[in-house]
């Protein structure tokens, strides 16, 4: 898939309004009663250094499944597909509260969407099979898919 940003924008808005998944540091929706507890570890999370630590661990999930599947990266409207494995890392480890990272599997095309300070990654237009693969990849990282 030949992509350049108007085409990638076009693919995001498109693939924006499938089914989705996320990849979440916990493996179930906490019932409403349970809101404060979810603020306390949510805050606990934003801080930096546990931040950083969950945010490798985004990193480590996306370059796993670029072993599978070729990705092309959208980095703050800006479109990269020749990066190495550290550029990924980079790009969410030193996100802001302004990034947005949208990753295009294009061999399935199914997106994978981070917004910074965000605790999750949402998953667009998943088949069973990779979602199966997302799933063991996740959960090697301590993540799920939910």
């Not at 540091?25 to 805050?43: A, I, T, W």
């Amino acid at each position: 898939m030949d992509l350049n940003n108007k085409n990638f924008d076009e693919k995001i808005e498109e693939l924006l309004n499938k089914p989705y998944a996320v990849i979440d540091f916990l493996p179930e929706q906490l019932k409403e009663e349970k809101g404060d507890n979810y603020f306390k570890v949510e805050q606990f999370f934003l801080e930096k250094k546990n931040k950083e630590g969950l945010y490798r661990h985004f990193a480590y999930f996306i370059i796993k499944l670029s072993s599978y599947y070729d990705l092309v990266i959208n980095h703050n409207e800006k479109t990269i597909s020749d990066y190495e494995m550290s550029d990924i890392c980079d790009l969410f480890v030193n996100s802001g509260q302004k990034t947005c990272l949208n990753i295009l599997l294009t061999e399935k095309e199914c997106l994978i969407s981070f917004i910074g300070n965000d605790l999750y990654l949402s998953v667009y237009n998943a088949d069973d099979k990779l979602k199966e693969l997302m799933k063991k990849l996740a959960m090697s990282e301590g993540l799920f898919l939910r």
